[in-house]
């Protein structure tokens, strides 16, 4: 006859004081509320506001017409203010006035990926949006890490491409 082993705890499964009950944490008082307002708030309202912070922006970049600035104006630009560099970012602003105004050529001359990335951003937002705020089950759009990654290295190499300060770099400074 062959000797079992006695069966002992599952490897696999964690391992808990036997007869220890943890008492669960009270929420303090402004989570209450947060977890108050999120149950009665409508299932349309995250997407609404998210829509209306993306409208925000939209109206600033349409009211301040960063196009027209003076030309010994100072930048407003933290990072250029202080070293000169044109940021990951610059030219978004810009790049968005004339997107707005029907100008693609123009805004991706300010900056091409941003200009690049709005249709896959917007298709995005309006399939969240879709789906939390009325149910619609649109095609997932799957980027996987890889693409997520390269694309971020694409944006940082531009970036550093843009600063440099020699033919045909020059061509990118906005």
């Given amino acids: 006859m062959v000797p079992v082993p006695p069966a002992g705890p599952d490897p696999g499964a964690p391992i808990w004081p036997a007869g220890v009950a943890y008492q669960p944490v009270e929420p303090d008082r402004f989570t209450r509320l947060v977890l108050r307002l999120h149950a009665r708030a409508p299932r349309w309202a995250v997407p609404l506001a998210a829509l209306g912070c993306v409208g925000v922006g939209m109206a600033y970049a349409l009211l301040s017409d960063p ?3 003076e030309p010994d104006a100072r930048p407003t630009c933290l990072l250029k203010l202080t070293t000169g560099l044109d940021c990951p970012g610059c030219g978004g602003t810009r790049a968005l006035w004339y997107v707005l105004h029907g100008d693609l050529p123009a ?9 690049f990335s709005l249709p896959f951003l917007a298709y995005l937002f309006v399939s969240w949006a879709g789906n939390r705020a009325f149910g619609w089950r649109l095609p997932e759009l799957r980027l996987s890490p890889k693409v997520i990654g390269g694309f971020l290295a694409i944006w940082l190499a531009f970036s550093v491409a843009r600063n440099l300060p020699w033919a045909p770099f020059t061509a990118l400074y906005v």
Wanted: cysteine-free.
């Fill in 67 to 69: 196009t027209h600035a």
């Fill in 107 to 115: 805004a991706a001359r300010h900056h091409f990926l941003f200009v």
